[in-house]
Every structure is written in C-alpha cells, then in structure tokens.
C-alpha cells in the first residue's frame, strides 16, 4: 500500500488527533495511521529566518510523522494573514466588499507554497500519495511539480468555491485556477462548488469540461456515493478529474460522549441557570460568513413580535475569537458585542438575559453534551463549504426527544440534512418563524426529523469521506 502525505496550513499535534480537538483531525490521522506517512504543515508558531529555514521539525507517532515549521513574521503576514485571509477567504465567501488585493502579499502567499513544496521534497517516496488540505495551499501541487515530483496530487477544498464573476475580483484569478490545475484531482464539498468550478474552465479558461454524471450507490455498491458528480477537465495541458466529497462527522462516537457528559456539573450548572427556559445552541468560530449578526436580528424579531416567548427562551451563543489580528475579524466582534448588548438592554430582566454570548473556545465533548440539552440548534451562516458544527448538533441528540436543527440553505450541509428547519440567513422574519415553529414542534415530528438526519450522517460520516478521497486519487493515472 502506497504512503499518505497530508499537506494542510496547520498540522494536529499527535494529542488533537486522539479525539477532544475536533472530528477531522481524527478523520485524517485515521487514514494516515493505516497507510503510515507524514502530515506537514505549519507548526502555527512566528519564528526567525534561522529557526524557519532549520525546520521541518519530525515528531514520530507510531507510522506517522508530524512534520512541521514554523513561519517568519513577513512570511505570515503576507501569506497566512494577508492573501490567504484578507484575500481568498472573503472573496471565497462571497464577501468582496471585506477583500483586499495588495500585489506583495500575493508573491508572498506563493513564495511561501514554494518553499513548504520545497522543504517537503525531501521526505517524499515515490509511490507516496500526497492529499493537500484548503485554500492556502492552491499553488502548492505547482511547486511540487515544478521541483519535478511525479506522484499523485490531490487538493480538497473545505470552503466554497465562488462562481466565476466573484472568482474574477481576485487579480489574479487565472493563475490561481492554473495552479490548481497541477492537482490530479480536486474534491469539492457540494455540487454547486464543483459546477462552480467547471463553469469557470469551460468559459474562463477554455478548457474542456466533461461531466462523467452521478455516481449512485445502487451502481458502484458504497456507501454514501448519491448524488456525487465527476468531472474530468482538460486544460493547460493537463487532465484532472473533480469530485463531490460532502466532508462528515463520526456520529455515533458524538452521540456516545455527549450522552456521556450529560449529567456532568457543567450542564447541570446550565439547566439550573435556565429554570425551565427553552434552550437556542449556537457555537461557531467568530466569522463575518457566519452570519451571526443576522442571527441574533431573528432572535430579536422573535422577543419582538411573539411577547410570549419573552423570559421564555435563551440564546446562547459560544463564538471563540479566530484570527483577531485580520481588520474585518476586528469589525465583526465589535459589532456582535454591540448587537447583543442592545438586545439584551432591550429584553432582559432582573432574572433573565435573552443572549448569552460566550467569546471563548470550550472542550469539544462538553460543547456536545450542551447541544444534547437544547431544543434547537441555529446554524445559521451567510455561506459555509459545509458546516461541522450542524452535523454534530444533529448526531448529539437524544433519539427520545431530540432537538431541531434550523439551517442556512447556504451552509454545504443543508444538501444532505433534509430533516432540518431550512432558512435563509438574509431573511430575519423567516428565521423567527422557523424558530418558533420548532420551538412548538411536536415530538413525533421532531423524532421523525432526527432519524432522517442521522441516516444522512451515517450513509456519509467522515470515513467514507476520506476513504472515497483517497480511494479516487489513488486509481488516476500516474501523472507523466
Ligand atoms: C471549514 C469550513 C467546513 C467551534 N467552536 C469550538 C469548537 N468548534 C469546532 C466545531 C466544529 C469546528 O470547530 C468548526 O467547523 P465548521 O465546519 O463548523 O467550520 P470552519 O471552522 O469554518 O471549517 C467549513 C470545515 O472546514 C470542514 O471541511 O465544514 O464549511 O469553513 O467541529 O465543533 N470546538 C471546541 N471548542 C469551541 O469553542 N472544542
């Protein structure tokens, strides 16, 4: 069996992947552990040109290797927190009013995939298979080409793929999908992401786009494979082949721990805060794309037009600060601690606040076994490649008497969860109908609601993600 080399921005360290971190750090590791191989990334720590140039730094895991280096101060600023952050993920998110395009942080963000490529080289094999991880690393399969490597190359992109008049904002939009065309395959999280993607070859760029049509589970026997579409594209001399590959989570573990910790004295503390209030969960990184603002407008609406929920329902929202150093992350933070702030001065009693906005980071089995106690959990982005976090609140509930998911049919997951609440983040009165609904929704149909969502979970956890990722890559052809 050919080793795995996973390439993503950031690497788990070897105690992330034994479960508390987060499910895709144990997804990765799992396929890594069987294959043995070598993860390489960014250790996430600034350091000097000396200490970066003497890197990577190995941490041998049984099979595995944790490779990693750090970043000097320029090298972050210009492709970590400029072009990465201030670039791609806005415009990828469909927020170009929040992107900035600056030329140097541009050649830093390729700069930077040259030298990762080129510090890489040395601890390829040749028959090793190398899986690379998201929107910072998109010229990365170029270097590694351009330094001669044969092997197969595939990319998964984790966030949306913007449609190519959005795509087009970015100055340097042609490079970057020529760039990507160095990959052997490309995996997409939904449809619309990889049509996204072949309307931007076939129009923008000439190529040829061959739709090879869906892939159904009663022809190929899997698992999980409805509604996944493959593309072959030919262009700038190269073929490639794209994919769907609808990322998932490992639902039955998450519904084992959050029933676990459920009579744990953190949720019991909360139960008691609450006396007898209804529960709203929300938990996201604090992201302009979540769509959080929006969010709490509807719970507003909510307390506004409906009285009788008033002192009868609690939002609490857990939103750990991400890349605070990045303006338009410092704008969003403001604006959300002013927002809630109103809302509560306006709702609130001597024994009641309607928000409960939390800006910190709590333990992943903790943050299930909260899920597991509400009645709704309101998921609610502006645009997101998939959303986790949807599909853990769905596998945390109680089967007896589970809670109701309303989703954004902007976030990835809302293709597949079809026993959710679907809304549109845009449209505040809509969202409070949908709360209110599910706020009053009988057993039965909640029930109901659940077991279709959990089948979805378990016909795709995270396994069969990873598994038919790297299945795919493995069977195209060696590149020449
Ligand atoms: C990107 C794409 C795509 C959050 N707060 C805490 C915490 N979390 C965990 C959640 C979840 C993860 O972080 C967030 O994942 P999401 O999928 O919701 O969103 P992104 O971080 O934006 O991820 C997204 C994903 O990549 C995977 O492909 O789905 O669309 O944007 O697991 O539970 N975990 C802990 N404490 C917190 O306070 N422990």
């Not at 159904?216 to 030919?234: C, D, L, P, S, V």
């Not at 009693?349 to 939390?358: K, N, Q, S, V």
């Not at 809304?423 to 659940?450: F, I």
């Not at 995270?462 to 590149?479: C, I, K, N, T």
């Amino acid at each position: 069996m050919a080793r795995l080399i996973v390439v993503s921005n950031r690497v788990a360290t070897p105690t992330e992947t034994k479960g508390s971190a987060g499910g895709l750090a144990v997804g990765v590791f799992g396929a890594l552990k069987d294959a043995g191989g070598v993860w390489f990334g960014w250790s996430g720590d600034v350091v000097s040109e000396t200490v970066a140039n003497a890197g990577p730094t190995l941490v041998q895991e049984g099979a595995v290797t944790f490779a990693t280096v750090g970043l000097t101060k320029k090298d972050y600023d210009q492709y970590y927190r400029g072009f990465s952050n201030a670039t791609l993920w806005p415009v990828f998110h469909y927020r170009n009013d929040l992107a900035r395009y600056e030329r140097d942080e541009y050649a830093g963000y390729r700069r930077v995939n040259a030298w990762l490529a080129h510090k890489l080289m040395k601890l390829i094999e040749p028959d090793d298979i190398i899986w690379v991880h998201d929107y910072h690393l998109i010229p990365f399969a170029e270097a590694l080409r351009s330094e001669g490597l044969r092997n197969r190359i595939g990319f998964f992109l984790h966030i949306p793929f913007p449609s190519p008049q959005v795509l087009q904002t970015i100055p340097p939009h042609d490079e970057l999908v020529k760039s990507l065309c160095c990959y052997d395959l490309l995996g997409f999280q939904t449809r619309n992401d990889q049509q996204a993607f072949h309307d931007y070859m076939a129009r923008e760029a000439r190529g040829v786009v061959r739709e090879l049509g869906e892939k159904t589970g009663e022809k190929t026997g899997e698992k999980g494979r409805q509604g996944e579409h493959e593309g072959e594209i030919e262009a700038y001399g190269r073929k490639l082949r794209t994919g769907v590959y609808r990322i998932g989570v490992f639902p039955d573990e998450i519904a084992e721990q959050a029933a676990r910790y459920e009579s744990r004295q953190h949720v019991l503390d909360l139960k008691q805060s609450l006396e007898g209030r209804k529960l709203i969960m929300s938990v996201d990184r604090l992201d302009y794309s979540k769509g959080l603002v929006e969010r709490f407008h509807a719970f507003e609406q909510l307390l506004e037009h409906s009285p009788e929920w008033r002192g009868k329902v609690t939002l609490v929202q857990i939103a750990p600060p991400t890349r605070s150093d990045v303006a338009s992350y410092k704008v969003i933070r403001e604006e959300l601690e002013r927002e809630a702030g109103r809302i509560n001065g306006r709702y609130s009693g001597l024994d009641y606040t309607p928000i409960r906005y939390l800006s910190q980071q709590y333990d992943r089995w903790k943050l299930m076994s909260l899920f597991r106690e509400s009645q709704i959990g309101y998921v609610t982005p502006l645009h997101d490649g998939m959303n986790l976090v949807a599909k853990e609140y769905v596998a945390a509930q109680n089967p007896d008497d589970p809670g109701v998911l309303v989703l954004s049919i902007f976030a990835g997951a809302a293709a597949e969860l079809s026993g959710a609440l679907l809304v549109n983040p845009h449209d505040a009165t809509g969202m409070s109908e949908a709360l209110e609904r599910a706020l009053a929704m009988p057993l039965a149909e909640r029930r109901e609601r659940h077991e279709t969502n959990m089948a979805a979970l378990r016909r795709n956890d995270l396994g069969v993600w990873r598994d038919r990722f790297l299945r795919d890559l493995a069977s195209v052809p060696q590149p020449r």
